[in-house]
């Protein structure tokens, strides 16, 4: 089994990854990477993650979660995260993240916040 | 004493009434990160730590293996990383030596520092001094760089 499984839904223009796994070096951090490449070659740049499955994120995968992040700003997109556990509001609380990160507990109200 | 062989290196270990200590010796690649994150979890469920404890010991085990590989030994396949795990009735120890050229904790950026929150490295110190009671570095006499990690046992 994977170390990350991905799933990517459409609501309108937002494009849904709901994540499920471990984002870890190695295969969790590129499985991550090599999705959000994907989208912005397509010309999908409003992206909301679903980490409510991701039990375990590292520091490169929140390494990963910042040059996404990065990323799709570049291209003049948007990069919100949805269901956060709380081992991983913690992680990002402790690198001050937080205040990066456009962060919903409601797909709802994360989808409607997209410009 | 046992020892069993081990994928590019061996494990071994003893134990006794009141200590236990399990050693492994890993290949310098990035599957040998999780294998050493699985052997601490296997040291820590046998040393009776609760939930929270084990989630941060694994989380510094694999940032120490992780700057191990990356960094020390530049994933140079040649050299080896040591694992240490012991433990005792007050605390659990785990050490971790690499063969690299040495390194200076000093000399990492602060990464909540507001110019480096976006970079994409540079958290693992952090979380390790996050997750563990007492984290330090020292040079080993024979060459490469030891971390020592102590998380202490709670109380109840």
Do not use: C
């Not at chain 1, 912005?40 to 409510?52: A, S």
């Not at chain 1, 990069?79 to 990066?100: A, E, Y």
């Amino acid at each position: 089994m994977a170390e990350l499984n991905i799933r990517e839904r459409q609501a309108g223009d937002i494009t849904v990854l709901d994540m499920d796994g471990k984002i870890t070096i190695g295969e969790g951090s590129v499985a991550l990477r090599v999705a959000i490449r994907r989208l912005l070659e397509e010309g999908k740049k409003k992206i909301l993650l679903n980490l409510g499955g991701v039990g375990y994120i590292d520091s490169s995968g929140i390494g990963e979660l910042v040059s996404s992040y990065t990323a799709i700003n570049k291209e003049g997109g948007q990069l919100k995260l949805l269901n956060l556990t709380q081992k991983l509001q913690d992680l990002l609380g402790i690198t001050k993240l937080l205040t990066v990160f456009d962060v919903y507990d409601n797909e709802s109200d994360a989808l409607g916040s997209f410009k | 004493m046992y020892q069993q062989p081990y994928p590019g290196g061996f494990w071994k270990g003893h134990a006794s009434l009141t200590e236990e200590t399990t050693e492994l010796k890993l290949p310098s690649s990035i599957e040998a990160i999780n294998d050493a994150a699985s052997a601490a979890a296997d040291f820590v469920k046998r040393s009776g730590l609760g939930d929270d404890a084990a989630y941060g010991v694994d989380m510094a085990v694999r940032e120490a293996v992780t700057n191990a590989v990356l960094h020390g030994n530049r994933q140079d396949e040649t050299k080896t990383v040591e694992v240490e795990f012991k433990d005792s009735p007050s605390a659990i120890e785990i050490t971790i030596r690499d063969m690299g050229e040495g390194f200076d904790p000093g000399s990492v950026p602060d990464p909540t520092d507001p110019q480096n929150i976006m970079k994409t490295s540079g958290r693992g110190i952090l979380f390790m001094r996050t997750f563990m009671d007492e984290v330090e570095w020292s040079r080993h006499p024979e060459g490469g760089t030891v971390v020592r990690m102590v998380k202490k046992r709670v109380k109840e």
